[in-house]
C-alpha cells in the first residue's frame, strides 16, 4: 500500500529527512510538500500517511503547515493511520521542544485519524515539549542542529517501527 508523506520545510531539514525516509522505507512512499495552494483532496488518495514538521517561532507551526492546516477541515483521516515526525532544536529551544508536533497531532485527531510511531523520550535533553503524550513522544523526535549524529540511527528504527504499525 502506497505510503503519502506530507511535509513543511523551511531550511531543508525536514525535507531531507523526507527523503531519508522515502529511499529508507520498506514501499513506496510519495513526497508532498504542503503550502497555502496544496489540493487537501491528495490525502484522499492515501489510507496510510506520514506528516513531518519543523517547530519555529516559539513553539509555533512552520510556515508551510501554517499555511496549509486551515486548508485541512474537510479531509476525512477517519479509519487512516498517520505517524508524525517532527524536527526541532532542543539546546536553543528547550520549553518549546518540537512543540509543533503536538498542534499537529491535535489536528490529525480533530480529522479522525489514527496516530501510530509513539517514541520513547531517553536520549533528548529539554525542559517542555507539546510533542509530549503520556511520557512518550507522540512520533519521532529529530535534532539535526545539536544531535546530527544520532539522527540516521534513530530514523532506521523508527522506520522499522511504522513500517509494522501502519501495516
Ligand atoms: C527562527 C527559528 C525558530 C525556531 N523555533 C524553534 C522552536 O520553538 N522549537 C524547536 O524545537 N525548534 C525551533 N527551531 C529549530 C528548527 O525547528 C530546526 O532547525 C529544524 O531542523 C528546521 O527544519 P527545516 O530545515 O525543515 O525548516 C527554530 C529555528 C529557527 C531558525
Known amino acids: 500500500m502506497k505510503i503519502g508523506l506530507f511535509y513543511g520545510s ?17 514501499g513506496e512512499v510519495d513526497l508532498h510538500k504542503v503550502h497555502e495552494e496544496f489540493d487537501p483532496e491528495i490525502f484522499d488518495q492515501y489510507d496510510r500517511i506520514i506528516l513531518g514538521v519543523p517547530t519555529y517561532g516559539q513553539g509555533s507551526l512552520q510556515e508551510d503547515w501554517a499555511d496549509f492546516v486551515w486548508e485541512m477541515d474537510d479531509v476525512d483521516l477517519s479509519g487512516k493511520k498517520v505517524a508524525i515526525f517532527g524536527l526541532g532544536d532542543q539546546g536553543e529551544y528547550p520549553d518549546h ?6 498542534e499537529l ?19 533528548y535533553d529539554f525542559k517542555a515539549s507539546k510533542a509530549v503524550i503520556g511520557g ?6 529529530l535534532d539535526v542542529d545539536r544531535q546530527p549524529q ?3 540511527d534513530r530514523l532506521a528504527r523508527w522506520i522499522e517501527q511504522i513500517s509494522q504499525e501502519l501495516g
Open 150 to 152: 544520532l539522527t540516521q
Open 136 to 141: 512518550a513522544f507522540l512520533g519521532l523526535v
Open 97 to 102: 521542544f518540537a512543540d509543533a508536533m503536538g
Open 10 to 26: 523551511t531550511n531543508g531539514n525536514t525535507k531531507r529527512v523526507a527523503e531519508m525516509i522515502r529511499d529508507q522505507y520498506p
Open 105 to 123: 497531532y491535535e489536528k490529525v485527531q480533530e480529522l479522525g485519524g489514527e496516530v501510530v510511531g509513539e517514541w520513547p523520550t531517553e536520549g
